[in-house]
């Protein structure tokens, strides 16, 4: 069964080109020219992937992200900006894009961050029936890929679900930015080592009674980071 992606884009041309570009490449494509028509096809379709540019009418890509996680819409978003500042790739990720892609870009990259992010994706087989782990006040349900904190669910992104879950089965493991790197983003094309440590003080923010002084989610200087489920 084919892949099914959205994209949400206003440029005519590029939504085009990529409908074209993805179509031969075998994924069924649906496209929305506005924030709000994106954000409802998004909501309502079951898509595996979103292409999601920032400048957008309506509603920019920012909002709309954000309003996707809000309503626990799981589906990896790469945001395609034609913005090269740091500042406004960092928003994105917090906001819960798992990727970004600055314009103009090659098709070439895109189809490989795609199928890297889609590989990872089904690569994440279901573990049994009612396999959770618990540390803290934190319950990850990895079946529903649900967490909760003091019985109340927490709201993440994809990226960051795949990040804990890598954290817990490596647990009392250091683990260096670049192994993070390759085997949670499962591409070895170059990212910024900034966008491996926003994900970390993301679940930190989230997960942690106190984010500045992290019981769980370690920094080892020099090396990278360790998730430890016990308190130190």
Request: hydrophobic content about 45%.
């Amino acid at each position: 069964m084919a892949y099914r992606i959205l994209i949400i884009e206003d440029e005519p041309g590029l939504v085009l080109t990529l409908t074209d570009l993805l179509a031969s490449e075998g994924y069924e494509v649906e496209s929305a020219t506005d924030g709000l028509s994106g954000l409802r096809l998004a909501a309502e379709g079951a898509f595996d992937l979103i292409l999601l540019d920032v400048m957008l009418p309506g509603k920019n890509g920012f909002d709309v992200c954000r309003d996707l996680r809000a309503l626990r819409v799981t589906t990896p978003v790469l945001m395609l900006t034609a913005r090269g500042q740091v500042i406004d790739k960092v928003l994105g990720l917090k906001l819960g894009a798992d990727d970004y892609l600055t314009k103009p870009f090659e098709p070439m990259e895109l189809l490989a961050r795609m199928e890297a992010m889609l590989r990872r994706q089904t690569a994440l087989a279901p573990p049994r029936a009612g396999d959770t782990f618990c540390f803290g006040a934190i319950e990850v349900d990895f079946r529903s890929t649900e967490v909760r904190r003091a019985g109340r669910a927490v709201e993440m992104s994809a990226r960051e679900f795949e990040l804990l879950r890598f954290f817990i089965e490596h647990r009392g493991a250091t683990l260096s930015r670049e192994q993070l790197q390759r085997e949670v983003w499962g591409y070895g094309a170059e990212i910024l080592t900034r966008t491996v440590d926003v994900h970390v003080g993301l679940l930190r923010q989230k997960l942690e009674d106190d984010a500045k002084n992290p019981r769980f989610f370690l920094t080892m200087r020099g090396f990278g980071y360790k998730f430890m489920d016990q308190t130190r």
